[in-house]
């Protein structure tokens, strides 16, 4: 697959330093949020918001009354939200003048339909990843966000992180030499049901959109988008992908490897080679604690990190400082990588054969 993307052109910027020390500590006015699903991730990313100086735990919305209620009165929001009198608990949400953000942690396959009504009701909205399906759906919400003057931000926790921040600043600093390749896996033996989201095709199961957003950040931050990508996996009986392969290949020469899977794991490391050295991250690589930098020339060094709350503080404080200072788009995670990054999997999904009900 060839990508015409503008971005394959540019040399991937480093990221933003993360903002303060303390993370929690407010950058402005307070924000009141909503949080849409009460699963898994919702809970892990409240636990931080409940932290943050500068926030308003303000509503919660579940399809069930029972999760609203327990939700609201495990992290202390004002109001819950369900489905009743054929309006769903999500849009009573959106419709509560009292929220400023909502942050959105409902499955893939909903993340469009959800993000759409959020921003059509006129409030910002952070997405968890797979930012969507498909690009067609990400390039949509994209421009409501722009119409409407409202910040939306993929949440890929990840590219705020400080030793992630940190592995970006040493590659782009010219220590490793001109970056030569890229490898990075992420996996685990699913033994989830088959119900489960992860495996349930209409709710965009699969390794790719559940997965690959992670390996793929390391080649990103290292090489920027590629200019042509090829893809292996298996496709199980209800057509996700089991697994994948992708083979990035850069103008130049360069190449980034990576592999995603639901039924195995691997040591769940990025490498990065250069001219001059490599840098290898701590496991997992989504979250790394640690980081091997290995001159060639020079001492091998590690370099060990504190994490902040669950890890999801930082995205959470990038969020209210771009919506305090106005800004509809974080310059770390830009609308263009989180379009881009969703044409990349298209394209692997068509060389996959992977379709969902989203792509009708
Ligand atoms: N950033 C991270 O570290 C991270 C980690 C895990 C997952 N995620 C992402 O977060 C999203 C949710 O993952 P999760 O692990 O939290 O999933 P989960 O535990 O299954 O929770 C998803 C929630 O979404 C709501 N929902 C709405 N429509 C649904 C449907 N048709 N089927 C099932 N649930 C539906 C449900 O909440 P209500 O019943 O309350 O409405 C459900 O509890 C995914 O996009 C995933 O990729 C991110």
Not at 121 to 130: D, F, Q, R, T
Not at 233 to 244: C, M, S
Request: net charge negative; with cysteine.
């Amino acid at each position: 697959m060839n990508l015409h993307t503008p971005a394959q052109q540019i040399p991937r910027p480093p990221c933003a330093a993360p903002d303060a020390a303390d993370p929690f500590a407010a950058t402005g006015e307070p924000l009141r949020w909503g949080v849409v699903a009460t699963g898994r991730i919702a809970s892990n990313v409240t636990e931080d918001l409940a932290g943050l100086e500068d926030s308003v735990l303000q509503a919660v919305s579940s399809r069930s009354q029972d999760s609203a209620r327990a939700f609201a009165e495990k992290f202390g929001f004002s109001t819950s939200y369900y489905d009743d009198d054929g309006v769903t608990g999500y849009q009573r949400l959106f419709n509560d003048p009292e929220v400023d953000v909502v942050y959105i942690a409902t499955p893939h396959a909903q993340h469009h339909e959800v993000a759409r009504a959020a921003l059509e009701s006129g409030k910002h909205v952070l997405c968890e990843k797979a930012f969507t399906v498909n690009a067609r759906e990400a390039a949509e919400l994209i421009d409501l966000a722009r119409a409407n003057n409202l910040f939306l931000m993929e949440a890929l926790w990840s590219r705020f992180l400080p030793s992630v921040n940190r592995a970006w600043e040493i590659i782009h600093s010219g220590e490793l030499g001109e970056i030569q390749w890229v490898q990075a896996d992420l996996g685990f033996p699913s033994d989830h049901g088959s119900t489960h989201r992860l495996w349930d095709p209409a709710a965009g199961g699969g390794a790719l959109l559940d997965l690959t957003v992670y390996p793929l950040t390391w080649a990103l931050g290292a090489l920027g988008f590629p200019a042509a990508v090829t893809a292996a996996g298996a496709l199980n009986d209800d057509n996700i992908d089991t697994q994948n392969a992708l083979t990035l290949s850069y103008e130049g020469g360069a190449h980034a490897q990576l592999t995603s899977s639901l039924v195995s794991s691997g040591p769940g490391q990025a490498t990065v080679s250069g001219s001059a050295g490599w840098l290898r991250t701590g496991s997992v690589l989504h979250n790394p604690r640690e980081l091997t930098i290995h001159p060639h020339q020079g001492e091998q060094r590690v370099e060990t990190f504190e994490q902040a709350g669950r890890g999801y503080v930082y995205e959470l404080r990038e969020t209210t400082r771009c919506i305090q200072q106005g800004l509809t788009e974080s310059p770390t995670m830009p609308w263009a990588d989180t379009l881009n990054t969703m044409r990349l999997l298209d394209g692997v999904r068509n060389q996959l054969g992977l379709r969902y009900a989203n792509d009708a």
